[in-house]
């Protein structure tokens, strides 16, 4: 059993005397030139991923695009429903002379009116009345408040904070209509209605 | 005056009476006297003597208008008119030139004058007013009392350059001093109307002269009012909906928001008389009612009405400031109350027929106390109607087109309105006891007048 070490230790040697003592076997390979087949690959590779990015790149710019035209098209959208909230909420009521009673087909315009603030509870409006020329200058400062007071109240009883709605009176001092007849006086026997504050979007009721 | 009037009555009676039965020669009132042999009415003639500096003329014409707006004198004119020459001779004035009239008459008066007195007597004149330089930047004006041919008094004032802005508020009070030397009354030539024009105010002389913008903002203005003492006015102005009331001196121009104005629609302000307060009306969602502030103070704001379900407003105190006469639609239509300052003994003061008389508005007290004007509807358009505080009887006294916001001058007896009488809308005055209408501004669109007290002396640098 003795004899297998020995061996083994002999055959190390012989090893260790080919590593360090003799000259080196020329094993190694050495570069003869660009291998063109890898660099094609690498080359197609590289353009691939290039492809694919610009790909991913466009697929991501066309989503934004689209996501970006879905906004604005909402936008519009709602934009449009502001403005037709607007007109609505614009809407003239009128009175007879010296009155300051709500017409009949006037308490409608006024529904309208409370659908849209219960709809927009952010939005808070002003009442201005008015009157024709046909009264005393001053009186008509009283009968003008009296005519926004009216379609105040109308649009409290039907559930609206007062608070959301303020009310003014110019008498005969802004006439819309200019002239001196029927027609005209009807024009300026109104209440007008403006956005104090939240009216930038506004919802359909 | 009062013997004048029953003249003025008595020959108004009727077609039968003939003026000689209207004279009444032995009457005499305050020096006054009624009845010359020729005149052409029963009112005491009156002449304004030409002058030749042009200063002075200037000076002479504003007298002579005011003698003649001031709707007590026959106004009368010289044959000749004024080319021709008769001169008071004051001191460094050249001698009288040739004319009809000459140094012949004027025996008995005084040393330095010398007027054809029985030209003028022939001429119905009354009176006979020269105006002369003084000494320095002062003007003389002689009151001459032709029948006694002697000068009833010699009137002196400091008269300012011709474009000082002064010049013509010192002829109008010289010229209320002469119908104080002659009638022993008081004039209104010394006074300016303010009003409101294209949502401004603005200032005019009585006589339609210098008009000028007093309101100083862009804010649409409305309701001017003059305080007691002619130095101050209010008027209120649009703010974003709210009425805002401002206090203005005349002599600096210098305004100022009333206190505890502005938060609602306040409107119609109303000096007292002793402008320690303002009265005005406030329209809230309750409706509008009567407040009263301290402006002395600028404080203690009071409620004077509780309305409710009707309005009050259009607020104007009585000359001793114990009465407020106001609008009130608690009958239905606007018709005209009367309450102590304080709020309470509220009453109706302009009796009204219940769904017959039309709404009544704009009241105003006159500065004597004994009426109160103002407009009513009458079949669809306004006619201003004067009220007797006595008798509460009351008085329509315009009927040609439409005719509203009637003011008091100082004398309660003439008054500016707004009519439409001419085609549009424009200030007008009226002599209530002839009925004589003059226009005071022949602009469209001129309306809510105010007219002022006599204003005092320093008035006279600014508005």
Redesign the interface.
């Known amino acids: 059993m003795k004899r297998l070490p020995l061996l083994l230790l002999s055959g190390l040697v012989a090893v260790a005397f080919a590593a360090c003592g003799g000259k080196q076997p020329e094993t190694t390979p050495t570069p003869t030139g660009p291998n063109t087949d890898s660099l094609r690959a690498a080359q197609q590779a590289h353009d691939d991923s290039m492809k694919a990015a610009q790909e991913e790149a466009d697929r991501r710019a066309q989503a934004e695009a689209r996501r970006r035209q879905e906004i604005a098209d909402s936008l519009a959208a709602m934009g449009r429903g502001t403005e037709a909230v607007k007109t609505l909420l614009a809407t003239m009521i009128h009175f007879d002379y010296d009155k300051a009673i709500i017409r009949g087909g006037d308490a409608a315009v006024l529904d309208q009116k409370v659908a849209i603030l219960q709809a927009n509870p952010g939005l808070r409006i002003r009442i201005s009345g008015h009157c024709d020329e046909r009264g005393s200058d001053e009186y008509n400062l009283a009968l003008g408040n009296r005519r926004a007071t009216a379609a105040k109240q109308y649009v409290v009883s039907h559930g609206i904070d007062g608070s959301r709605i303020e009310t003014v009176s110019y008498g005969e001092e802004r006439p819309l209509a200019q002239g001196h007849d029927e027609e005209a006086w009807a024009q300026n026997r109104r209440d007008e209605f403006e956005i104090l504050s939240g009216g930038e979007s506004l919802k359909q009721p | 005056m009062r013997r004048l009037l029953l003249g003025l009555a008595v020959l108004s009676a009727g077609p039968t009476v003939r003026p000689s039965d209207a004279q009444d020669t032995s009457a005499i009132d305050r020096g006054v006297r009624i009845g010359i042999v020729y005149r052409p009415g029963v009112r005491p003639g009156m002449v304004v003597l030409p002058v030749h500096a042009p200063a002075l003329d200037s000076a002479r014409v504003i007298l002579a208008r005011d003698v003649d707006y001031s709707d007590r004198f026959e106004l009368i004119t010289l044959p000749g008119g004024d080319s021709i020459r008769v001169t008071a001779a004051a001191p460094g004035a050249r001698p009288p030139a040739a004319g009809g009239a000459g140094r012949t008459g004027g025996g008995g008066a005084a040393a330095a004058t010398t007027l054809n007195y029985p030209l003028y007597q022939a001429l119905g004149a009354d009176f006979a007013v020269a105006v002369a330089a003084g000494s320095g930047d002062s003007a003389i004006v002689t009151v001459h009392d032709v029948a006694a041919g002697g000068v009833r008094r010699e009137l002196r004032a400091r008269l300012p350059a011709l474009k000082d802005p002064g010049f013509r508020l010192a002829i109008h009070q010289l010229a209320d001093r002469v119908l104080e030397a002659a009638l022993g009354v008081g004039g209104t030539a010394a006074t300016r109307v303010l009003f409101v024009m294209d ?1 401004k105010v603005y200032s005019i002389d009585q006589d339609g002269a210098d008009q000028k913008l007093v309101s100083s903002s862009d804010h ?1 203005a ?2 001017p009012a003059w305080a007691a003492d002619g130095r101050r006015f209010s008027y209120m102005e ?1 703010w ?4 805002r009331l401002f206090l203005q001196e005349v002599a600096s121009g210098k305004r100022a928001p009333v206190a505890t104005t502005g938060q609602a ?1 306040d ?2 302000p109303a000096f007292s008389p002793d402008g320690k307060t303002l009265a005005f ?1 406030r ?3 309750e ?2 009612d009567l407040y009263t502030v301290n402006i002395k103070d600028g404080c203690c704001l009071q409620r004077l009405t509780v309305g409710r379900f009707y ?1 009050n ?2 607020p104007t105190y009585s000359p001793d400031g114990q009465r407020i006469a106001f ?1 009130s ?1 608690r009958a239905g ?2 018709q005209i109350y009367v309450m102590a300052a304080d709020g309470t003994d509220q009453q109706l003061f302009a009796p009204f027929d219940y769904g017959a008389t039309g ?1 009544s ?2 009241p105003e007290w006159s500065p004597d106390g004994q009426t109160v004007a103002f ?1 009513r509807d009458v079949g ?1 358009t ?1 006619q201003v109607f004067v009220l007797d505080v006595r008798t509460r009887a009351v008085r329509q006294l315009t009927s040609v087109g439409r005719n ?2 009637p003011t008091w001058a100082p004398d309660s007896r003439h008054m500016a309105f707004v009519s439409d009488r001419s085609g549009y809308r424009q200030l007008w005055i009226i002599d209530v006891e002839t009925g004589r209408i003059r226009p005071l501004l022949q602009k469209s669109g001129a ?2 007048p105010a007219w002022s007290p006599r204003l005092p002396e320093t008035a006279s640098s600014t508005p």
Do not use: K, W, Y
Request: charged share 15%; hydrophobic share 30%.
């Open positions: 949502g649409q409305m309701s649009f974003q909906g709210h009425g629609l409107f119609t009306s329209a809230t969602e409706g509008t309005d407003l259009s609008v639609t239509l606007p709404s508005n704009a407009h669809g306004l509203e916001d309306r809510l």
